[in-house]
DNA sequence: TCTTCTAGTAAGGAGTCCTGACTAGAAGCT
DNA sequence: AGCTTCTAGTCAGGACTCCTTACTAGAAGA
C-alpha cells in the first residue's frame, strides 16, 4: 500500500541486495560472474562490492579461477555474516543444527528425552544442544524452533489445549533462545513446519492440507502457499472437530479415541501401537471418523489434495480413502512425500530465509 | 524473493506512484501539497507533474488557492484516467455501480430477476446494468463482481455445487464484462466479499470467520487480513460439514435442515421465513448444528471470534452462541457490522484498490 | 614470441533527487 | 496607499547512481 521513498539510497540498497542474495545462492563468484548473476553492470557490481567488503559482509576467498584470460579473484559471504539455528523440539529429543547463509549444516546434535517430558528439562536440553552447536564465530543471528506442541503466534510460548495432549510441555523458546541470537526467534507447531516441507520439496502445491496422526493430532492447512495460522497460532488443532464416532453418533475427534479405548493410560494421548494393531472394525470405524475430519477441511479449506502423514497416519491412507470417498465432495488423499524428519525440513528452510533476510537487513 | 532490478526508471516511477496515489487520496493538491503529502520534494513533483500531464492522467482542475501568499494551481487525476465497475449479482436482482478513483459512486443502477433465476435471463440484467452506468469518458479500466454463488477461482465462473442451492446459475461474468472493461474482472463469492467489508468497516480485526445463514450456507475465513480461497475458491462452502443432527446424530450441515423439513419445495434452498418461524426446540437442533459448525471452524482456523451474518444468521446469535458455549473451545459470536449491501461494500473497496493499482500500472 | 581471451578499472554521460535561492503575486498591517 | 509577510512554483547547482565504452593487466594457447 505504502511503497518505498524513492531515493539514491534505495537504488545502492538493492543493487547491494542482489549482489549479495548472488553470492548466497551461487557460494563463490568473481565480480564479472557476479555482473550477469545479478544482472549488473561491471562497475555498479565492484562499487558495490567495495561497501560489502568494507561492512565485512563479504571476503576474498582467495581462490582464483583458471581459465583463458586474466585471472579473477572469487568473492564469497563472510564466515563472519552470520549463521542460523535450526532446532526441533519432539517428545523423543531436541535436535540443533547450526546452518551458514548457503543452506550447508555446519554442526548438528542431538539431546534425547526422557518421557513424560519435564519442562525444565526439555529446557535444560534445549539449552545444552544449543551451546553444543556454539560456533567461534559468534552468536547466531536468527533461529526457528519447531515444537511437538501448539505454538502461541505472538509470544511463540508452548500451549497447552484442553483434552490435548502436552507433550513437551511449559517452555518458552524465544526467552530461551533471546541470549544466543542476536535476530528474531520463531517458533512454530511441528506439523506446521512439515506441511511448509511438503510445500517446498514435495509436489504439493500451494492448496492443501496436512493432516499429522499420531499421540496427538494436528492439520495445517497450506493455501496460496501460505499456512494459516489463526488469531492464537492454533489453527488446525483439531482435537475436537466434531466428527461421526462408533454408531454413527457425533462426537469430537479426540473422544473417538477414548470411545474405542485407544489412549494411553491417564493421558489423552493416542495409544499408536494398539491402534495400529486393531482389528478390520475398528479401524473402519477410525477411517470413518477421520474421513469426518477431512470433510470439514474440504468444506472450510478447499485443498486440491489431502496429506496424511505422522506415525500412523502414513499407515492408514487406503482405510480413510475409501470412507472419503463414500462423501459427496471428497479431494485426493496421499501419504506424505517428506518422511525423514519433515519439520525440521521446513525448519531449515525458514532458517535460511531468515537468515538471508537478517543479513541483507543488517548492512544498515 | 526477486528484488526489482535497480535502476534510474524504477525511481521515476516510484515517484510518479506517490504522486499519483496521494492525488487518489486528497482529489486535489496543488504542487506544494503535494511535495508535503508525498514525501517528495518540489522540483522532483514538478518533473513528475510534467509526465503525468502529459500522459494525460493529471489535469489541473482550474481552481486556485485562496490564502496568504500566491495563488497556487489545484492539480487533480483525469477523469479520462479511468473508472471502475462493481458489481452485485444476487437472486433478488442485479445492482451496478460506476466509481472514479477516488471511490464516489458517479452511476448506479439495479435491475430486479425473477425466481428462479434462469442463466439467459441474469446475463441480459447484468449487461442491462452495465450498459445503464456507462459514461461518456470511455470504458472501465476494471469491474468485481460479487455473486450469490460458489466462483471458480481461476476462471471466475459460477460454480455448482451437489446439495447445494444454484441462486443464480450457470454463468462466466469475466466473459460477460470483458467487452465493457480494459482491465481485470475479479469475481468472488458474496460472503467473501461480504467478510472483506467486515474487515474494513467493522472492529473485526484481521482473524475472523463469517459465518452467512440464509437460503444458502457459506463461511469466510479470514486470516492475516486475507480470506482464505482454497484450491479451486470453493473454502467455505459448509453445506457438507459434518455435524450434529437431530438426536445426536453426526450428518453433513445441510442435511440437518432436511431432517427438520425447513427446506424450500424441491429444492436444497432453506425456508427462511419457516425457520424463523420455527419453535425453540427446533432452532435449539439448529443452534446446536450452528455450534458444530462453528466447531470445525475454530479448530481448523483459530478465528479470534465469529460474526454471524444473513437472512437468519442475525436473528440467532444468543441460541448458537448458547450451544457453542458448552464446547470446550469456543469464541465470542457476534452479528455482523456492516448489515446494509455488506457484500457490495467489500466489493466497491476492491474495485477501487484495483482501479487505483491499474493507473499507476498504467503510465507504461 | 605473438595472438587471443578474460577480469577488473577508468572515464564520461545520462538521469534522478535534493537543497537553497529566487521570482511572482496576493493578503494583511500600519 | 504603501510596506511587509507569506506562499506557489521555478531555477541552478551539487551529489549520487547506473550504464556504456574503452582500456589495462595478465594468463593460456598457437
Not at 511438503?198 to 499429522?212: K, P
Request: hydrophobic share 50%; with cysteine.
Amino acid at each position: 500500500m505504502t511503497p518505498v521513498k524513492p531515493s539514491l539510497e534505495l537504488l545502492r540498497s538493492l543493487s547491494d541486495e542482489h549482489v549479495l542474495r548472488a553470492l548466497m545462492r551461487a557460494g563463490r563468484l568473481t565480480r564479472a560472474e557476479l555482473a550477469v548473476q545479478a544482472g549488473i553492470s561491471k562497475p555498479t557490481v565492484s562499487e558495490s562490492m567495495r561497501r560489502l567488503t568494507e561492512a565485512g559482509l563479504v571476503v576474498d576467498t582467495g581462490d582464483r579461477t583458471t581459465g583463458r584470460g586474466r585471472i579473477g579473484t572469487y568473492y564469497g559471504l563472510a564466515p563472519s555474516a552470520g549463521t542460523a539455528l535450526a532446532i526441533s523440539i519432539a517428545p523423543a529429543g531436541v535436535v540443533a543444527e547450526r546452518l551458514d547463509a548457503h543452506g550447508t549444516v555446519l554442526t548438528r546434535t542431538t539431546r534425547p528425552l526422557t518421557r513424560p517430558a519435564r519442562p525444565e528439562l526439555v529446557a535444560a536440553a534445549l539449552t545444552a544442544a544449543v551451546e553444543a552447536v556454539r560456533s567461534a564465530v559468534g552468536p547466531a543471528r536468527v533461529a526457528t524452533v519447531s515444537a511437538a506442541d501448539p505454538v502461541d503466534r505472538v509470544t511463540g510460548r508452548l500451549v497447552h489445549l484442553p483434552d490435548a495432549p502436552f507433550l513437551v510441555g511449559e517452555l518458552d523458546p524465544v526467552d530461551l533462545l533471546a541470549a544466543y541470537v542476536t535476530g528474531p526467534v520463531t517458533v512454530d507447531n511441528d506439523v506446521n513446519w512439515a506441511a511448509r516441507a511438503e510445500r517446498d520439496q514435495g509436489a504439493a502445491g500451494d492448496d492443501f492440507a496436512y493432516v499429522y496422526l499420531g499421540e496427538g493430532l494436528g492439520c495445517a492447512v497450506v493455501s496460496a502457499g501460505e499456512v494459516l495460522r489463526g488469531h492464537a497460532g492454533l489453527a488446525g488443532e483439531i482435537a475436537h472437530l466434531i466428527t461421526v464416532g462408533p454408531g454413527g453418533r457425533a462426537m469430537p475427534f479426540t473422544e473417538v479415541f477414548a470411545a474405542l479405548r485407544l489412549r494411553q493410560p491417564s493421558s489423552t494421548a493416542i495409544d499408536v501401537p494398539a491402534l495400529l494393531g486393531a482389528g478390520a472394525d475398528v479401524l473402519a470405524v477410525i477411517g470413518t471418523a477421520v474421513a469426518g475430519v477431512l470433510a470439514a477441511t474440504v468444506a472450510l479449506a478447499d485443498p486440491a489434495h489431502i496429506v496424511l502423514g505422522g506415525p500412523w497416519g502414513s499407515e492408514v491412507p487406503d482405510v480413510v480413502g475409501a470412507a472419503f470417498a463414500h462423501l459427496p465432495r471428497h479431494v485426493p488423499v496421499r501419504p506424505a512425500a517428506v518422511a525423514d524428519e519433515a519439520s525440521l525440513a521446513g525448519v531449515r528452510a525458514h532458517a535460511l530465509r531468515s537468515l538471508r533476510d537478517a543479513i541483507i537487513a543488517a548492512r544498515t
